[in-house]
């Protein structure tokens, strides 16, 4: 089961701003960076932010992350619909059960 | 360019064993962490364990809920990663993805190959 909390979805026009939420405890967020993933349907998982707010190579500056406290959010800016994808927050913790933990996932569709 | 390739997955009866193998390419695979994700059907990602690499002790860590059944192992001469599966159950069905761990202080699954499929049913 997943220790971070994330809506089930979200939605928005393109060119609008949607921004998606990543609720975690002191043990993971509140102590440790947070990850973004990106899974476009029938693909893979994609790396899109790492250290809070860091976009590796070739990751349009439309997407962009922040961390405050026990909690993260991530912002996608002039929606497009090659956005459309499910929306993946991760994090370390340091509970010895499950070291590595993701969020439960936000779906989010280009109206 | 990095390619992470599984294979391996396919049917097998609960209580049985499988392995999956995740062969690397376009990197030096013994520099770098070796990580499994799995994904079940129409469901959100779990984690599931990963191996150092050597020079921070080739050691492994796991998800409590594989722990003491699965087995994650490395091969450096041949840039591949295995993931033994012991005492399969239903539950265990997913997709199982590998891929890369980059050490920048914590280690970051920057690279995902493309997942193999395995389901567990009699």
């Known amino acids: 089961q997943s220790v971070l909390t994330q809506p089930p979805s979200a939605s928005g026009t393109p060119g609008q701003r949607v921004t998606i939420s990543c609720s975690g405890s002191?043990?993971?967020?509140?102590?440790?960076?947070v990850y973004w993933y990106q899974q476009l349907p029938g693909t893979a998982p994609k790396l899109l932010i790492y250290?809070?707010?860091q976009r590796p190579s070739g990751v349009p500056d439309r997407f962009s992350g922040s961390k405050s406290g026990t909690s993260a959010s991530l912002a996608i800016s002039g929606l497009r619909s090659e956005d459309e994808a499910a929306y993946y927050c991760?994090?370390?913790?340091?509970?010895?059960?499950?070291?590595?933990?993701f969020g439960t996932g936000t779906k989010v569709t280009v109206l | 360019e990095v390619q992470l390739v599984e294979s391996g997955g396919g049917l097998v009866q609960p209580g049985r064993s499988l392995r999956l193998s995740c062969t690397a390419s376009?990197?030096?695979?013994?520099?770098?962490?070796m990580s499994w994700v799995r994904q079940a059907p129409g469901k959100g990602l779990e984690w599931v364990g990963f191996?150092?690499?050597?020079?921070?002790?080739?050691?492994?860590q796991y998800a409590a809920s594989v722990k003491g059944r699965f087995t994650i192992s490395r091969d450096d001469s041949k840039s591949i990663a295995y993931l033994q599966m012991t005492s399969l159950k239903t539950e265990d069905t997913a997709v199982y993805y590998c891929?890369?761990?980059?050490?920048?202080?914590?280690?970051?699954?920057?690279?995902w190959g493309q997942g193999t499929l395995v389901t567990v049913s009699s």
């Open positions: 250290r809070n707010n």
């Open positions: 991760a994090a370390w913790d340091d509970s010895l059960s499950v070291p590595y933990v």
């Open positions: 191996i150092r690499s050597k020079t921070y002790g080739g050691t492994t």
């Open positions: 002191s043990s993971n967020i509140g102590s440790n960076y």
């Open positions: 891929t890369r761990g980059l050490w920048f202080g914590e280690y970051c699954f920057d690279y």
């Open positions: 376009g990197f030096t695979f013994g520099d770098y962490a």
